[in-house]
């Protein structure tokens, strides 16, 4: 089978469309990956995460924030989604109506139940290795929240633990704990 390139990718992301079907795809080494649906805790602490980045950010004008519908064209022609990603205001001044063109500042991978941890931990060195100044890798299973730089050893936080990007966000600090659903008390659930 020949690679598959950005065209096809654009051809097969219509014909979803057309259809009515909504999967995130990816073109890596001219090879198409097709994605459904993650799991709800999953996407609950994307959507946590992005609204504390958002609160953070926005007010401040340091760029833009991204959900797992963002694509990017790698240097390396391949196109990524991260589930969360960020870029500085100074790289982006103005999002095309396009995918970026761009390796993203941050990227953030979000395991899903079924996801091994080794494939994305790959997945966000690479995205470090083209460029991104910080990639991180949230586990929901060990609640735990990897942080990884071009330089040094990735650092592991969990409960107890503030997630801090200070090259990106200075002064942004986020509990950890506070990237997990919370569970509702019987007394929240009353109307």
């Known amino acids: 089978m020949p690679a598959m390139t950005l065209k096809d990718l654009n051809q097969v992301q219509t014909l979803f469309s057309e259809a009515g079907l909504d999967y995130k795809i990816e073109l890596e080494d001219g090879r198409l990956s097709i994605m459904g649906p993650s799991d709800i805790v999953s996407s609950e602490i994307s959507s946590r995460l992005i609204a504390f980045l958002f609160a953070w950010i926005n007010p401040r004008r340091l760029g ?113 704990s506070e990237l997990w659903p919370p569970i509702f008390t019987e007394e929240e659930t009353q109307l």
Do not use: C, H
Request: cysteine-free.
């Open 64 to 176: 833009r924030v991204f959900d797992s519908a963002g694509g990017f064209i790698m240097p390396d022609t391949n196109v990524k989604a991260p589930d969360v990603s960020f870029v500085r205001a100074a790289r982006l001044r103005q999002s095309p109506r396009y995918f970026g063109e761009l390796v993203p500042d941050l990227v953030v991978e979000i395991k899903s139940q079924n996801d091994r941890i080794k494939p994305i931990e790959t997945k966000v060195l690479k995205f470090i290795e083209l460029g991104a100044l910080v990639g991180i890798l949230i586990d929901p299973d060990e609640e735990t929240v990897t942080i990884y730089r071009s330089t040094g050893e990735p650092t592991v936080l969990g409960n107890g633990d503030i997630l801090t990007v200070a090259e990106l966000f200075p002064g942004w600090e986020l509990p950890v």
